[in-house]
C-alpha cells in the first residue's frame, strides 16, 4: 500500500471520488468507462458504510407515495409532493434497470400492504399510488400489483397473522426484489473501474483538500501524498461534512444523518418469500421483510449525532422494534430471546433546516458558491438509484471539464456469487476453496477479515461465523497478506468483536430469571444478562 501510495505523487487526475460506498463506487465506474482518468478513495473498505447496513430493499417506490402521512399534507405541500414524485420516479425505474442489469444480486419478494379502516390510506389511494407508479413504469419489470379484499387477506399465508383482522379492508399485494448483497455490488463497482483504468484505494485517508492558484484541487492523502485534480467528488456519505470542513471550515452542513435499526428473527415457515411493508406507531414506513430462512423487522428512524465509527443496536431500539414487531403480528408474541441478528445504519440524507429528519431528495450540490468550485457533493442518495445517480454525476463533470469524455472502455469481468457452502469447503480444505479464496487476495485488495467475511464472500450475512472457523479462515489469509501470528491474533479479536457490535452476538439471548422491574423479554434484562 505505502510502494502504490508514493507512486501517486504528484499524478494528475481528471476527477478524485472521496467516498467508495454505493454512490460513489458506481460513479468511479460511471467516469472510469466513459474514459476519464480518475482515482477513487475510501478510508474504509468499499462499500462498508452505511451501503451495507440499510433494510437491503430495491423499492418500487410506494414508500415515496405512502409514506405515513395524510394524502391531505401532500396537497397543503405541493413541494413536498413533488420531490415524492421526482424520488419515486426514480426508484421505480432504477428498480427495472437494477433487475435486468443484475438479477443475481436481487431476491423477488412477494410484499403486502395491509389497508385499515383506522389508517392513513384508503383503498382506492393506494389504488391511485400504484396507478402513478405504473405510468411511470411503462415498460419495466412488473409490479404484479393486485388488491385481495378482506376476506381473501384473512385466509392467506403470513396474511391471516395480521393484527386486527376485523379492521383489515383490503391488502395490496406487490412484486419487490430485495438486495442481496449491496456490499458486493460497490466492490464489483470500484474493481469494475479500475480495470477500465482507474485508480482505487481503500484504507486510505484523505487529510485536505485545498485549492490552487491555477484552479486545480490538491488532495493530500495520507503517507503525506498529494495528487491534483479539476474536479472532486465528495461521495463520502455520512462523512460528506467532515470532507468538506477540510476545504472550507465555514461550508454550510449538507447532510443529516437518521439511525435505521434492524433485528432479524425466525417467522414461521408459510412467510417464506413473503413480506409486509406498514405504517408503525409513529406514522414511518415499518417492513417483516424474508432474508434466508429469516425475517427482519424495521428500520427505526430516529436522529444520529453519535459516533459515526460505530453504530449499533440499542436496547431501546429492540424494546421499540419488537413493540411493532408484535403489534404488526401479535400471535407471535416475539421476545429478544428471539433474536438471531440486530444491525443498524445511518442514512446520509440531505440537510434542510426546514425538516428536522432531513430531506430524502436526492442532491447534487455544486459548491462553486462558498468557495469550492470544481468540488461536487451527492446527499440523500439512496441505495436504489445508485446507476442513474452515477449518470448524474459523470454528466456534472462533463460540464465541469467541458469536454464529452464517451469512449466506452468497459473490460468484462466476472462477477461473484455467494456460495452458501463455501466456508465449509474452505474449513475442509477443499484445493478448489483455498484456490479461489488466494485469488481474491491477490485481485480485490482484501486487508481484513471482515473484508473476507462480508464483501468478498458475504457469507457473515447468512450465517453465524464460529470463532473456529474464523481462525482456520484467518490462517489461510495470513500468509498471503503477510500476517505474522501476532498480527493474525489480533485481527482475530478485531473481527469477532465486530461480529459481536454488529450483530449482537454479545448479547446473551437466554434470560435465566427475569427481575421484578424488566420485562422478561425486554431488550435491557438480555442485555443484563
Not at 27 to 32: G, H, K, M, P, Q
Not at 371 to 386: C, D, E, Q, Y
Not at 486 to 502: G, V, W
Request: proline share 5%; with cysteine.
Amino acid at each position: 500500500m505505502a510502494k502504490q501510495l508514493c507512486e501517486l505523487q504528484d499524478r494528475r487526475y481528471d476527477a478524485v471520488v472521496i467516498g467508495l460506498g454505493i454512490n460513489g463506487a458506481a460513479a468511479l465506474r460511471e467516469l472510469a468507462f466513459a474514459g476519464y482518468s480518475v482515482l477513487g478513495v475510501d478510508m474504509h473498505d468499499f462499500g462498508s458504510g452505511a451501503s451495507a447496513r440499510s433494510s437491503r430493499l430495491l423499492h418500487c417506490g410506494l414508500r415515496y407515495l405512502a409514506p405515513g402521512r395524510s394524502l391531505w399534507e401532500s396537497v397543503r405541500r405541493p413541494q413536498r409532493f413533488a420531490t415524492a414524485m421526482k424520488m419515486a420516479r426514480q426508484a421505480v425505474r432504477a428498480r427495472s434497470e437494477f433487475v435486468r442489469a443484475e438479477p443475481h444480486r436481487v431476491s423477488a419478494i412477494q410484499i403486502h400492504f395491509p389497508i385499515y379502516e383506522d389508517g392513513p390510506y384508503a383503498s382506492w389511494q393506494v389504488h391511485a399510488a400504484f396507478g402513478l407508479l405504473g405510468a411511470m413504469n411503462v415498460g419495466g419489470v412488473p409490479l404484479e400489483f393486485s388488491m385481495l379484499s378482506h376476506d381473501e387477506a384473512v385466509r392467506a399465508p403470513m396474511l391471516r397473522m395480521l393484527r386486527a383482522r376485523d379492521q383489515l379492508k383490503a391488502v395490496a399485494s406487490y412484486r419487490e426484489y430485495s438486495f442481496v448483497w449491496p456490499e458486493r455490488i460497490c466492490v464489483d463497482a470500484a474493481l469494475d473501474a479500475e480495470a477500465a483504468g482507474a485508480t482505487v484505494l481503500n484504507y486510505t485517508r484523505v487529510e485536505s483538500c485545498a485549492k490552487t492558484q491555477n484552479g486545480d484541487w490538491r488532495i493530500h492523502l495520507e503517507g503525506n501524498v498529494e495528487v491534483r485534480t479539476p474536479v472532486v467528488l465528495n461521495m463520502a456519505g455520512i462523512w460528506i461534512d467532515d470532507v468538506l470542513h477540510t476545504a472550507n471550515p465555514r461550508a454550510a452542513r449538507r447532510i443529516l444523518g437518521t439511525k435505521g435499526a434492524h433485528i432479524l428473527v425466525r417467522m414461521p415457515e408459510e412467510c417464506r418469500l413473503l413480506g409486509v411493508a406498514t405504517i408503525n406507531s409513529k406514522g414511518e414506513p415499518f417492513y417483516c421483510l424474508p432474508w434466508g430462512n429469516y425475517h427482519y423487522f424495521g428500520p427505526t428512524e430516529t436522529l444520529y449525532e453519535g459516533d459515526k465509527e460505530n453504530v449499533f443496536v440499542d436496547a431501546a431500539e429492540i424494546d421499540f422494534l419488537l413493540a411493532e414487531a408484535n403489534c404488526l403480528f401479535p400471535s407471535q408474541v416475539l421476545n429478544a430471546s428471539q433474536i438471531v441478528q440486530t444491525w443498524a445504519g445511518v442514512r446520509p440524507l440531505t440537510f434542510d433546516s426546514d425538516l428536522p429528519m432531513g430531506n430524502r431528495n436526492r442532491v447534487l450540490h455544486e459548491l462553486s458558491g462558498e468557495g469550492l468550485a470544481g468540488m461536487l457533493a451527492l446527499t440523500g442518495g439512496p441505495l436504489t438509484s445508485h446507476r442513474s445517480a452515477s449518470r448524474e454525476v459523470r454528466q456534472a463533470v462533463d460540464r465541469l471539464t467541458g469536454k464529452r469524455a464517451d469512449t466506452r472502455r468497459q473490460i468484462p469481468r466476472e462477477h461473484a456469487a455467494i456460495e452458501p457452502d463455501f466456508l465449509q469447503k474452505l474449513c475442509a480444505k477443499e484445493p478448489g476453496a483455498r484456490q479461489r479464496l488466494h485469488q481474491i487476495l491477490s485481485e480485490e485488495r482484501v486487508h481484513t477479515l471482515s473484508d473476507v467475511f462480508f464483501r468478498r464472500l458475504g457469507i457473515a450475512w447468512f450465517e453465524r461465523i464460529e470463532p473456529a472457523k474464523v481462525r482456520d479462515v484467518a490462517k489461510t489469509v495470513a500468509e498471503p497478506l503477510n500476517w505474522g501470528e501476532s498480527k493474525t491474533e489480533i485481527e482475530i479479536a478485531r473481527f469477532l468483536d465486530e461480529l459481536n457490535r454488529i450483530f449482537g452476538y454479545g448479547v446473551s439471548m437466554q434470560v435465566e430469571e427475569p427481575g421484578a422491574v424488566e420485562s422478561p423479554g425486554s431488550a435491557a434484562a438480555i442485555l443484563r444478562s
